[in-house]
């Protein structure tokens, strides 16, 4: 995943920001050959901002 509007160097000091960040970044804008881990989707679901029908949509799985 690539992203040029965002300093990843200082996100990434925060895990769970990054984390939080990153998983919003792999749902609304594509996954490419990554898959999203089960248990950090669970993790972080509650402070997700994501499209509400994705989110409805992923709440199925989760």
């Known amino acids: ?3 040029w509007s965002t300093d ?3 996100l990434q000091k925060d895990k769970e920001k990054f984390s939080a960040w990153r998983l919003e970044q792999l749902i ?3 996954l490419g050959e ?3 881990d089960l248990d950090e ?3 972080h679901w509650d402070m997700l901002s994501i499209d509400p029908f994705k989110k409805k ?3 199925l799985f989760v």
């Open 57 to 59: 949509f992923l709440s």
């Open 41 to 43: 989707l669970r993790k």
């Open 1 to 3: 995943m690539k992203n």
């Open 28 to 30: 609304n804008f594509g």
């Open 8 to 10: 990843i160097s200082e």
């Open 34 to 36: 990554e898959k999203i």
